[in-house]
T-cell receptor, first 113, second 112 residues
Framework: GQQVMQIPQYQHVQEGEDFTTYCNSSTTLSNIQWYKQRPGGHPVFLIQLVKSGEVKKQKRLTFQFGEAKKNSSLHITASHPRDSAVYICAVFAGGTSYGKLTFGQGTILTVHP | DSGVTQTPKHLITATGQRVTLRCSPRSGDLSVYWYQQSLDQGLQFLIQYYNGEERAKGNILERFSAQQFPDLHSELNLSSLELGDSALYFC???????????FGSGTRLTVV
């Protein structure tokens, strides 16, 4: 089935530093979604990217979809301790844009004050 | 409150027992998904229901079963429980074709 690899698995940064996580697929994706899961919490939908080369911003978060639609990145500028969470990418199976999502393993981000 | 309600929040039970986890989807969402999340694994897809019918199945064990009722709430039944079944079980709902899943707060199952 569809699989995505996320790197890095863990990241520790100091408050104010930038952070980037990457999501890679061996096949072309129809779209990609990003979720945030705080410690002890549930995944919360952040954004969906659909178009090749698409870039979307949410305050200090920048999401990008690769030109070949095989990879995506999430960049956080000037991180805060409240950004500490697992950031998870997710894709639909079989190149579709509906149905069940396959989630990556996630990147665990810890922001130290 | 995400709009997806899962009960119970915590469950401790013995090996060999059977439990039922319940999920009420967000109002208007026809699809319900069940995922298992263990400490060393990410979110593993178990099963999807759409408007009462099974739509997709993942690596769900034969000891596990689920159903979606006419009022769209769903139940996940886990039987002959083993220690390895200890995990967080999440339910999510969505409107087909719309963006993003809405997750419930999960049920933490501990098998002792």
């Amino acid at each position: 089935g569809q699989q995505v690899m996320q790197i890095p698995q863990y990241q520790h940064v100091q408050e104010g530093e930038d952070f980037t996580t990457y999501c890679n697929s061996s096949t072309t994706l129809s779209n990609i979604q990003w979720y945030k899961q705080r410690p002890g919490g549930h995944p919360v939908f952040l954004i969906q990217l659909v178009k090749s080369g698409e870039v979307k911003k949410q305050k200090r978060l920048t999401f990008q979809f690769g030109e070949a639609k095989k990879n995506s990145s999430l960049h956080i500028t000037a991180s805060h301790p409240r950004d500490s969470a697992v950031y998870i990418c997710a894709v639909f199976a079989g190149g579709t844009s509906y149905g069940k999502l396959t989630f990556g393993q996630g990147t665990i981000l810890t922001v130290h004050p | 409150d995400s709009g997806v309600t899962q009960t119970p929040k915590h469950l401790i039970t013995a090996t060999g027992q059977r439990v039922t986890l319940r999920c009420s989807p967000r109002s208007g969402d026809l699809s319900v998904y069940w995922y298992q999340q263990s400490l060393d694994q990410g979110l593993q897809f178990l099963i999807q229901y759409y408007n009462g019918e099974e739509r997709a199945k993942g690596n769900i064990l034969e000891r596990f079963s689920a159903q979606q009722f006419p009022d769209l709430h769903s139940e996940l039944n886990l039987s002959s429980l083993e220690l390895g079944d200890s995990a967080l079980y999440f339910c999510a709902s969505s409107v087909e074709g719309e963006q993003g899943y809405t997750f419930g707060s999960g049920t933490r199952l501990t098998v002792v």
